[in-house]
């Protein structure tokens, strides 16, 4: 069974850093794409970032500031977060895609239960 265990989250004030990580668990092969999502209080899901092979994709609100990336050897995908603004404040959610490339919610095969992170001004 596959499952996404989200960690890092917490509070940071505004202009600092934090790293989120993503450890995936039951997946026998390193073949997948990376992907995080967030959901502000009151707001929809947005997609962050994604990551497969050599290939990185940001939402435009997150780049330049955020940096996706994955260790195979740990089985992690990481979210490097700096320069972080109270509108980034959501609970931060990893995502996974089989066999594709994609960043769409609706082609996730898998979710983690998500990390929240609280920006304060």
């Known amino acids: 069974q596959v499952q996404l265990a989200e960690s890092g989250g917490g509070l940071v004030q505004a202009g600092g850093s934090l790293r989120v990580s993503c450890i995936v668990s039951?997946?026998?092969?390193?073949?997948?794409?990376g992907a995080w999502f967030r959901q502000a209080p009151g707001k929809n899901q947005e997609f962050a970032a994604a990551i497969t092979g050599d290939s990185t994709y940001y939402a435009d609100s997150v780049k330049g500031r955020f940096t996706i990336s994955r260790d195979v050897a740990k089985n992690t995908v990481y979210l490097q977060m700096n320069n972080l603004k109270p509108e980034d404040t959501a609970v931060y959610y990893c995502a996974l895609a089989t066999g594709s490339w994609s960043f769409d919610p609706d082609d996730m095969d898998y979710w983690g239960k998500g990390t929240l992170v609280t920006v304060s001004r």
């Open positions: 039951g997946h026998t092969s390193n073949d997948y794409t």
